[in-house]
Structure formats: structure tokens, C-alpha cells
């Protein structure tokens, strides 16, 4: 099945702990991007990548970090730094000949 | 800065009911223009969108949208909702030129009564 995999579905962060969230395609898709979702805000824009080994800060993205070293990946580090990183986060990935976004299942962050 | 605000946050409906979602964006260039669903436990989909041409666009389970240029706005519509329609809405604007980027509206959650 071709799609965007993230995981894990859930995840626990203690405090001063990194984690690491994981997102897969099997598309062939250059660009992706990451997305926060909170209750009443939408979802806006961490990081994005539009090649290979290239990556740009989005709206909100002080306490993350990314890496584009293969173009099927584009993990997301919520780090230490991250305040306040209890959300829904979600991966998406850009369609060739068009401007869609298609998007994983998205994780789900919690503080211990 | 870009922005897109969508003007209801809780729409309750009872099934037959018609819909109008509202969305305006704060960009004056040129954008591309989709609505998106999430229905609960699923992933976020898209429904319809609008690049160019028609400014009447219809997408999926008979959803559709028009573009008012003037207005900045991109109005979601149904003219007979569904319990199976309830789901939280998302509007977004791809400004031109911006890597792929979209904004996002707050969401809408949509709730039919059956």
C-alpha cells in the first residue's frame, strides 16, 4: 500500500527527554512536512523539506528538530526545549503535478 | 501575516439540514485553496480544492465550494447533511510560490444530529 506511515500511534515524553517521532513514505514525494494540531488551532507548520538533506523552519519551530537524510524519512525531534509539547502531530507529504498534501495517521504526544 | 480564519468553531445540524462553512484568508496573492476532513479516528482527507478556472468546484460526498476573489473567502457547502458528515473541517490556503506550504484555518467541528 503506497501512504505515509507514522509512528508510534502514541507517545510519552518525561520530563527534559527527547523524542523522536517517525515518518515514512513510499510515494516518491520530494517535499514533506510536519504539523502540530491543538483543539481550537488547527494545525500549523513546524518544519518542512523540500529535497534531500534541506529543511526550513516553519511557523512554531523553536523545541523541534528535523533531518532529511533519506527521502523516504523526515523525522521530528521534540526536544527538551519544547515547553509545552502535549499535541497531535502530523506528517504530510506533497503530491507531484499539484499542490496536495496528503497526511499519516498522525501521533499523539503526552507529558508524564 | 498570512492568515485564514474560519468563522464557526461548533456547528450542530440535524440530518437534511444545509451547511455553509465559512473561510477567508488574508493573502493578496494568488493561492491555491482546499478544504479538508478529519473524520474521527481517521486521517485528515482531502475533500475538494481550487487551483484555477471555475470558481465552483465540488469535490467528494457531494461537497462543494466557491471561491469569491473579492471577499478572500472560499466557502465550504452542502446543500442536505449526513450523520456520516460529522467531522472536524479544516480550510487551508497555499499561498503561490511558498514551497507547498499551507495555513491552516482553526477548524470547524460539525455535528449532525441524526
Known amino acids: 500500500d503506497g501512504g505515509i506511515t507514522q509512528s508510534p500511534k502514541y507517545l510519552f515524553r518525561k520530563e527534559g527527554q527527547n523524542v523522536t517521532l517517525s515518518c515514512e513514505q513510499n510515494l516518491n514525494h520530494d517535499a514533506m512536512y510536519w504539523y502540530r494540531q491543538d483543539p481550537g488551532q488547527g494545525l500549523r507548520l513546524i518544519y518542512y523539506?523540500?529535497?534531500?538533506?534541506?529543511?526550513q523552519k516553519g511557523d512554531i519551530a523553536e523545541g523541534y528538530s528535523v533531518s532529511r537524510e533519506k527521502k523516504e524519512s523526515f523525522p521530528l525531534t521534540v526536544t527538551s526545549a519544547q515547553k509545552n509539547p502535549t499535541a497531535f502531530y502530523l506528517c504530510a507529504s506533497l503530491g507531484q503535478g499539484g499542490n496536495i498534501q496528503y497526511f499519516g495517521a498522525g501521533t499523539r504526544l503526552s507529558v508524564l | 501575516a498570512q492568515s485564514v480564519s474560519q468563522h464557526n468553531h461548533h456547528v450542530i445540524l440535524s440530518e437534511a439540514a444545509s451547511l455553509e462553512l465559512g473561510c477567508n484568508y488574508s493573502y493578496g496573492g494568488t493561492v491555491n485553496l482546499f478544504w479538508y476532513v478529519q473524520y474521527p479516528g481517521q486521517h485528515l482527507q482531502l475533500l475538494l480544492k481550487?487551483?484555477?478556472?471555475?470558481?465552483l468546484v465540488k469535490g467528494i460526498k457531494g461537497f462543494e465550494a466557491e471561491f469569491i476573489k473579492s471577499k478572500f473567502s472560499f466557502n465550504l457547502r452542502k446543500p442536505s447533511v449526513q450523520w456520516s458528515d460529522t467531522a472536524e473541517y479544516f480550510c487551508?490556503?497555499?499561498?503561490?510560490?511558498?514551497?507547498?506550504?499551507?495555513?491552516f484555518g482553526q477548524g470547524t467541528e460539525l455535528s449532525v444530529k441524526p
Open positions: 523539506s523540500q529535497i534531500v538533506n534541506d529543511f
Open positions: 487551508a490556503v497555499n499561498p503561490y510560490n511558498q514551497g507547498g506550504k499551507l495555513i
Open positions: 481550487y487551483f484555477s478556472g471555475d470558481p
